[in-house]
T-cell receptor
């Protein structure tokens, strides 16, 4: 979805480094999500935010933190990257409502060496 | 959180109809059923959503029986470009939803 932009698209970093992945959206949606995808494991929820003042942990939040700088921006940080955080990371937005569809960005491929 | 079960993989040929069934025995009264499609190195894309009976759009059809304990995504006359992973999700119970492994559909010429 071109309205959900993730930067960078690819990133290689070293163990122990702090790294930030950014997500911005032009859809005007309040709800934003960060997912991680590993081969064969589908997408697992890291953090989600219902609005600027609301941040919630997902299934696998350990080792990650987030910042909701504005309605349109939701950043994911790895405080001290480790190799098993090598994965494909996706940001998603949701217009609202319990069953509203998610709109995904094209992902950031992160490699931790 | 309603757990879903769907086949790991399915093979098909161009021009055939592909039907993927998802089981969700403990679906809640206010849960909708939503299907997504994901191509390699892209984010999942919403395909279709339904609550009961049948829903059809330009991409697919979704069949939901009266008891709503399962649903079937139908892809008519598939082409090579329909090769993708398809995910079935039920509700967003508390918004703590992770996607399962999905069904990898491979379409051959």
């Amino acid at each position: 979805d071109a309205d959900v932009t993730q930067t960078p698209r690819n990133r290689i970093t070293k163990t122990g480094k702090r790294i930030m992945l950014e997500c911005s959206q032009t859809k005007g949606h309040d709800r934003m999500y960060w997912y991680r995808q590993d081969p064969g494991l589908g997408l697992r929820l890291i953090y989600y935010s219902f609005d600027v003042k609301d941040i919630n942990k997902g299934e696998i939040s350990d080792g990650y933190s987030v910042s909701r700088q504005a309605q349109a921006k939701f950043s994911l940080s790895l405080e001290s990257a480790i190799p098993n955080q090598t994965a494909l990371y996706f940001c998603a937005t949701q217009e609202g409502g319990y069953n509203s569809p998610l709109h995904f960005g094209n992902g950031t491929r992160l490699t931790v060496t | 959180l309603a757990k879903t079960t769907q086949p790991i993989s399915m093979d098909s040929y161009e021009g055939q109809e592909v039907n993927i069934t998802c089981s969700h025995n403990n679906i809640a009264t206010n849960d909708y059923i939503t299907w997504y499609q994901q191509f390699p190195s892209q984010g999942p894309r919403f395909i279709i959503q339904g609550y009961k009976t049948k829903v059809t759009n330009e991409v697919a059809s979704l069949f939901i029986p009266a008891d709503r304990k399962s649903s079937t995504l139908s892809l008519p006359r598939v082409s090579l470009s329909d090769t993708a992973v398809y995910y079935c999700l039920v509700g967003l119970a508390g918004y703590k939803l992770s996607f399962g492994a999905g069904t990898t559909v491979t379409v051959r010429a």
